[in-house]
């Protein structure tokens, strides 16, 4: 089975524009969550999405958004894009606890670069 | 307010050593810990989570020992190989409300492993 895919790989744009981030889950899950990984630390939580509803949002500012469509695939827009928004942002997804299980899947991750 | 801190932040281990990283936690809402492991230009992978009604877990040569009381978990590889050389992350979760998945990861800044052959 596929994993975790996430389209562009890479994409650079200049301050001030506007990106969209697209993710596919692993078939079957339908919570998928997405993440800012700044070079050198840690990924931190962005949103996340179950079943097309927002159930998370972490401490990021109004220009980030998402939505989740019925196929339980996701997007992540950045508006009115800084230099501080360069980062790898990586797409994840899991089952509802309800089947047991709580593992979180990541995708390879799409590296950002804003000049 | 930083909730899960990792040290140390990199770490050198000759091969067949036994690597160490440590995590403390502060919210004790937090009732599932996994660790990943993420080598360059991929997304991390899980390599092994525990839940705090057990005070070890093991598979293979990775093992984690948690301390409730002190907030701490920890990784233990063995026998570490130069393979494993990459980074490694604790993270820490809890049920959201509704009892969807745990779908908000609190990661630790990271440690960086290298294994010498």
Redesign the interface.
């Known amino acids: 089975d596929a994993g975790?895919t996430q389209s562009p790989t890479h994409l650079i744009k200049t301050r001030g524009q506007q990106v969209t981030l697209r993710c596919s889950p692993i078939s079957g899950h339908k919570?998928v969550?997405w993440?800012q990984q700044v070079l050198?630390?840690?990924?931190?939580?962005i949103f996340?999405y179950?079943e097309k509803e927002e159930?998370?949002r972490?401490n990021f500012p109004d220009r980030f958004s998402a939505r989740q469509f019925p196929n339980y695939s996701s997007e992540l827009n950045v508006n009115a894009l800084l230099l501080g928004d360069s980062a790898l942002y990586?797409c994840?997804s899991?089952?509802?606890?309800?089947m047991g299980t709580?593992?979180?899947?990541?995708?390879?991750?799409t590296r950002l670069t804003v000049l | 307010q930083q909730q899960v801190k990792?040290s140390p932040q990199s770490l050198i281990v000759q091969k067949g050593g036994i690597s160490i990283i440590n995590c403390a936690y502060e919210n004790t809402a937090f009732d599932?810990f996994?660790w990943?492991q993420q080598f360059p230009?991929?997304?991390?992978?899980?390599l092994i989570?525990i839940r705090p009604d057990v005070s070890e877990k093991k598979e293979g040569r990775f093992t984690i020992s948690f301390n409730k009381s002190a907030k701490q978990f920890s990784l233990h590889i063995m026998d570490s190989q130069p393979g494993d050389s990459a980074t490694y992350?604790c993270?820490a979760?809890r049920?959201?409300a509704?009892?969807?998945?745990?779908?908000?990861?609190?990661?630790?800044?990271?440690t960086i492993l290298t294994v010498h052959p």
């Open positions: 975790v919570s969550s993440y050198g630390q840690g990924p931190q939580f996340q179950y159930r998370g972490g990586l994840a899991s089952f509802d606890r309800a709580d593992t979180q899947y990541f995708g390879p991750g | 990792q599932y996994p990943y230009g991929k997304g991390p992978a899980l989570a992350f993270a979760s049920q959201e509704g009892g969807t998945s745990y779908g908000k990861l609190t990661f630790g800044q990271g």
